[in-house]
């Protein structure tokens, strides 16, 4: 089955496929892959040709603009890193002591709490290492009362984010002092969150695209909604951000993934640009839009 | 530890939520703010259509109309996207741009108004309903922008159908492909479109 353009073991696919196939990835989710990347795309095309039992990419790429068995998550977590671990894309962390929370407290009485919400939180990892940093880095950390909530719509998740057990592959992205400060080892490869940390975060369940859920949650100051919208097709895109914007107070951050724009799914939000990432940002109360 | 916990749902919860009428007052309201709620609230509700086109037709502030017409979206009946349909030919930019985005979520019910939209005297209406048929199952797209390039006689037109066409193609395409790129052949990025095209979308079955 392998031709001339493609590695020892893949299945037949042109260059012209490649490109085809590249072109719906970019237009999807905005990560872009060219002819130079061809053995990574050739590989990952190939297992998802093989798991869904493809014997041609125009059957594989039907299959996937039909989104049949939501092929396009599937393509899109083995285009992407997908496991989810501590400090995970740190620098809208960094992002967040060195810019946003110096705006957000401008505003703030000092006995208003800065809120944060990380949705999805899946298992946890997001919201420990929201607190985890600001701990860390933020000097002005005891000075106010931060909120931090974990969201998601998977409650076995949420059980799990919960108890705060992780395997040893989570941590790989912390400095050793971290590790020691917060967690603690319960077995050879399984670590657990300090009990401080726990009590810190109130995990609920929430789904992003169901208003009458989304109205519960209201006046948070930063969102972290990383790497879902990209999953959603153009119609729960547009109503997720909708519910995202009402859940902001006016003039709140939104951080979104690397791979994804607000600007490509909604135009309520204002695009900022700080050193370390590019966040948005509802409008301040009185702004035109 | 410097971290306050508690239930972020539990004032919403006890608030009762607002009724049909008052929200179809509300999109009537001088306060933006409450003329977006009541979009938000009306989102997929048949009933609201009328309500909803006439807010739409009055509203100048850009985020409350495009929540009145991700409300109608959602209904996605003959009703809403009659509704939504003209403000593909809008002076605005941004309204052309917020009602293709909401007509493009509904694929299967925007087909029906393809043939329609491909007739339309202006040309950037067309140009912007071949973007609806991107959604479109493959041979059912294939089909209606076949139709369209078959006797369309502005290049820009015809070049934005090969573009969608070169995603969602199928080699029943090429025919039409290589008729429209004769017609053009003066104009040389549809040859050139075209050859792309045929490129990606017949060579694909092993």
């Excluded at chain 1, 110096?102 to 944060?116: F, L, M």
């Excluded at chain 2, 004032?11 to 008052?22: E, H, I």
């Excluded at chain 2, 140009?127 to 139709?147: F, G, H, K, S």
């Amino acid at each position: 089955m392998a031709d001339s353009e493609s590695p020892p073991g893949a299945v037949h696919v042109t260059q012209d496929d490649v490109r085809r196939l590249c072109e719906f990835i970019y237009r999807r989710t905005g990560m872009s892959f060219n002819d130079n990347k061809r053995y990574y795309i050739d590989r990952r095309l190939s297992e998802r040709m093989a798991a869904t039992g493809a014997g041609s990419f125009r059957s594989y790429f039907a299959t996937l603009r039909s989104d049949a068995n939501h092929e396009i998550e599937h393509l899109v977590n083995a285009f992407t890193v997908n496991e989810t671990y501590f400090y995970r894309e740190d620098h809208q962390l960094r992002c967040m002591t060195s810019d946003l929370l110096g705006r957000i407290v401008q505003g703030k009485k000092r006995e208003d709490p800065i809120r944060i919400w990380s949705i999805p939180c899946s298992t946890g990892e997001e919201p420990y290492s929201i607190a985890m940093w600001l701990m860390e880095n933020w000097p002005e950390v005891d000075s106010h009362n931060i909120e931090i909530v974990g969201s998601d719509i998977d409650t076995r998740a949420l059980n799990l984010a919960g108890a705060g057990i992780y395997g040893s592959r989570a941590l790989m992205r912390l400095p050793r002092d971290v590790i020691d400060r917060y967690f603690a080892r319960i077995e050879a490869d399984q670590v657990q969150i300090d009990a401080g940390l726990r009590d810190s975060v109130q995990f609920t369940r929430a789904n992003l695209i169901d208003a009458s859920d989304m109205a519960r949650y209201r006046g948070f100051d930063i969102v972290f909604c990383r790497n879902v919208l990209i999953y959603f097709d153009d119609a729960s895109r547009r109503i997720a951000a909708e519910n995202l914007y009402d859940c902001l107070r006016p003039g709140g951050y939104i951080c979104l993934g690397h791979s994804e724009t607000m600007s490509r799914i909604s135009p309520l939000f204002g695009v900022c640009r700080f050193a370390d990432a590019i966040v948005y940002q509802k409008p301040e109360a009185g702004h035109v839009g | 530890m410097p971290f306050v916990k508690r239930n972020p749902g539990a004032a919403a919860a006890d608030k009762k939520p607002d009724s049909l009428a008052s929200h179809f007052t509300d999109l009537g309201s001088p306060d933006e703010e409450g003329r977006w709620r009541a979009a938000r609230a009306l989102g997929g509700k048949v009933e609201a259509v009328s309500a909803l086109a006439g807010a739409l037709a009055r509203e100048r502030v850009p985020r409350v109309r495009e929540a009145i017409m991700t409300a109608l979206m959602r209904v996605g009946d003959d009703a809403s996207i009659l509704t939504l349909l003209p403000y593909l030919c809008s002076q605005d930019a941004g309204e052309r741009g917020a009602a293709i985005e909401a007509l493009q979520a509904l694929p299967e019910a925007i087909a029906p108004f393809l043939p329609k939209l491909f007739a339309d005297s202006d040309s950037d209406v067309r140009i912007l309903a071949t973007e609806l048929a991107r959604n479109l199952p493959a041979e059912e797209a294939t089909r209606v922008l076949c139709a369209l390039i078959q006797n369309e006689q502005h290049a820009n037109v015809c070049a934005a159908a090969i573009e969608v066409l070169a995603e969602v193609g199928t080699d029943d395409a090429v025919p039409a492909l290589q008729a429209c790129a004769e017609r053009f052949a003066g104009t040389a990025f549809v040859p050139f479109a075209v050859s792309i095209t045929i490129a990606r979308i017949s060579k694909t079955e092993s």
